[in-house]
Every structure is written in structure tokens, then in C-alpha cells.
């Protein structure tokens, strides 16, 4: 990120700290960020608390990532409570969410403003992305949280790799997005459950960074039935 001015963590460093361009490193999960490089220091700081400053979390914990590093800025430009803000007590707090593992490897699942939670449970939607782009059918995915009452539920924004009728099949959408969303919920745990639906569209919303523009998916469909069930509430499993 700018504001860190340096790469905070890569599959490019050896565990001893040295330089290794010709392979990523041994046993990393996958679409983890690497281990964290020479220099950064990392600390997970719980999400639940009012004011979103809550107290450092252990290997396996889904809070925000705080970093720190010589090479970091000292502040915004004319802009002091913006700073204020953003580095507390020389840490940066980067808005991002994930976790680290018990071999340090750092897993990065998100924007803060963009988890999900169901009744306490935090979800990443690209937990919930990665199952749906493992599907044959689905060539683009984009998650996204709904209000459903008190509580968050998934909703999924699918784009098929070719049109039905390229598959040689009469299902209707209807029935395509059904069999999609059994897919996705046969291979998660019931609190990362699409419950509010996929919905298959000809191509995503773009913003002009080129990125899938999540927030004007879910203003363009927020009015779509809700008509599943609230998840129960459930101890995360930190290894699903």
C-alpha cells in the first residue's frame, strides 16, 4: 500500500530472510500474501469492539491489519486528523482484515467495510468468491453482504463462461443459480452460506480502477426477495 511505502509481505522471501526470485516459498496456503518482509512488523487487532480498536488477536484471528516499518509515511499531507486516525501510536492501520497462521504466513481477505457479518461471525466474500470461481460454469464472482433485518447475509454475482444455451441444456437461470448455490454451500461451513441468493448477470460492474465494483452491485439488486433463513450462531472454524 502507498501509505507503507515497501511491500509488507511476499511469497518472495526465504523463511531465513534472504532473497529467493526463483521460487515461491515451500508450503504456503494458498492465496496467502507471504510471509511478512525484512523490516515490517504486523499485529491483528479485533474488530468487534465500538469503536473498531480492539485487543491484539493470536494466529488463526480475523481482525484488522496494523503495520509498522521504518520505511512507512509520517502522516498525510496537511491533513492531521486524517493522520490522527490512521496511525496510532506509530502503527498504521491499514483497513484491511485477515489473519496469520501459526508459521507466519499472512492471508489477507479484505477491506474492513466489506466483510460480512452474520449474526457475530465475520465473513470474507472472497472466501466465498474462491468456492464460486471453482465451479465449471462460473468464469466471474463477486460477493457481497445484504441487510437482512439485524444481521448480514451473502449474496453472489455470477457471470457463466457461456450462455445456457452453449451447454447443450434447457435449465432455466433460475435453476443454474439454485445449482450454483448448492455448490458453494456443500463446500463451506453454515455461517459462510450464500443465503440471499446468486444472481447470474451478463458481465460485472467496473469501477475505473478496473476493479468489480461491489458497492454499485449491491445498490442495483439490493431490493432483490431475501428469502432464506438467517444463519444460526456458530463458533468460526478459523482453519475453514
Known amino acids: 500500500m502507498t501509505e507503507l511505502s515497501a511491500i509488507a509481505a511476499t511469497l518472495e522471501w526465504t523463511l531465513e530472510g534472504g532473497r529467493s526470485m526463483a521460487k515461491y516459498l515451500p508450503g504456503a496456503p494458498v492465496n496467502s500474501s507471504g510471509l511478512l518482509s525484512p523490516g515490517v512488523a504486523l499485529k491483528v487487532k479485533s474488530i468487534d469492539s465500538e469503536d473498531g480498536v480492539g485487543p491484539n488477536l493470536g494466529p488463526g484471528a480475523m481482525g484488522e491489519f ?3 516499518s521504518n520505511l512507512m509515511m509520517s502522516g498525510y499531507f496537511d491533513n492531521p486528523i486524517a493522520t490522527e486516525v490512521t496511525i496510532v501510536d506509530g502503527w498504521l492501520r491499514t483497513g484491511d482484515v485477515g489473519y496469520y497462521d501459526e508459521q507466519g504466513f499472512v492471508i489477507n481477505c479484505g477491506r474492513t467495510k466489506d466483510i460480512i457479518v ?17 465451479h465449471d ?3 466471474e464472482a463477486c460477493v457481497v453482504g445484504i441487510q437482512n433485518l439485524d444481521d448480514d ?6 457471470v457463466l463462461k457461456e450462455q445456457l444455451v452453449n451447454f447443450g441444456t434447457n435449465e432455466t437461470l ?3 443459480a439454485s445449482e450454483i448455490e448448492r455448490f458453494v454451500n456443500d463446500r463451506l461451513p453454515e455461517y459462510k452460506h450464500i443465503r440471499a441468493g446468486v444472481v447470474i448477470l451478463p458481465k460485472l460492474v467496473y469501477g475505473k480502477s478496473g ?10 439488486f439490493s431490493c432483490t426477495a431475501i428469502t432464506k433463513q438467517p444463519a444460526k450462531k456458530m463458533m468460526p472454524n478459523t482453519k475453514d
Do not use: T, Y
Open 118 to 134: 452474520s449474526h457475530g461471525n465475520h465473513v470474507c466474500p472472497q472466501e466465498i468468491e474462491q468456492v464460486l470461481l471453482s
Open 153 to 158: 447475509m451473502a449474496r453472489a454475482f455470477v
Open 137 to 139: 460454469r462460473v468464469r
Open 66 to 68: 496494523w503495520v509498522q
Open 174 to 176: 433460475e435453476e443454474v
Open 211 to 220: 476493479k468489480v465494483d461491489s458497492k454499485a452491485l449491491k445498490a442495483l
